[in-house]
Nanobody, 124 residues
Framework: EVQLVESGGGLVQAGGSLRLSCAAS????????LGWFRQAPGKEREGVSC????????FYINSVTGRFTISRDNAKNTVYLQMDSLKPEDTAVYYC?????????????????WGQGTQVTVSS
C-alpha cells in the first residue's frame, strides 16, 4: 500500500520558519520525482516546489524562491520542505506527492500518489 504522510505544519508568525516532512512507503522512493503542493481556501492547488529522482534537480515557484528549500533523503524515504521568512499568503494546506517519471516537473496532473496534507497557517 502506497502511503505519503506529511508532518510539521502548524501556526507560525510572519517571518518565522517551519520544516515540513513527508514520509513515504509502498513504492520505489528513489526512482520517483517528489513535489510539494499547496491549496489555500478558495484557490486552486498549485505546485510549490519539486525535486527530481536523479541529480536532485529542483523547481520553485517565483513566490517562494529564496525562502523555501526542498530536499530528499532516499535512505529515509522522506522529502522535506524548509520554509523560511513565511508570509501570511503562504497559509494553505500543503501536500506532498510522487511522480513515477522521476522528473522535477511541478504539474499537478502528472503526480500519481498524494498525501493527506498538513495545515500551515501564518499569522500577520
Amino acid at each position: 500500500e502506497v502511503q505519503l504522510v506529511e508532518s510539521g505544519g502548524g501556526l507560525v508568525q510572519a517571518g518565522g520558519s517551519l520544516r515540513l516532512s513527508c514520509a513515504a512507503s509502498g513504492f520505489t522512493f528513489d526512482g520517483y520525482g517528489l513535489g510539494w503542493f499547496r491549496q489555500a481556501p478558495g484557490k486552486e492547488r498549485e505546485g510549490v516546489s519539486c525535486i527530481s529522482s536523479v541529480g536532485g534537480r529542483t523547481f520553485y515557484i517565483n513566490s517562494v524562491t529564496g525562502r523555501f528549500t526542498i530536499s530528499r533523503d532516499n535512505a529515509k524515504n522522506t522529502v522535506y520542505l524548509q520554509m523560511d521568512s513565511l508570509k501570511p499568503e503562504d497559509t494553505a494546506v500543503y501536500y506532498c506527492a510522487a511522480l513515477a517519471s522521476g522528473s522535477n516537473y511541478c504539474s499537478l496532473g502528472l503526480y500519481e500518489y498524494w498525501g493527506q496534507g498538513t495545515q500551515v497557517t501564518v499569522s500577520s
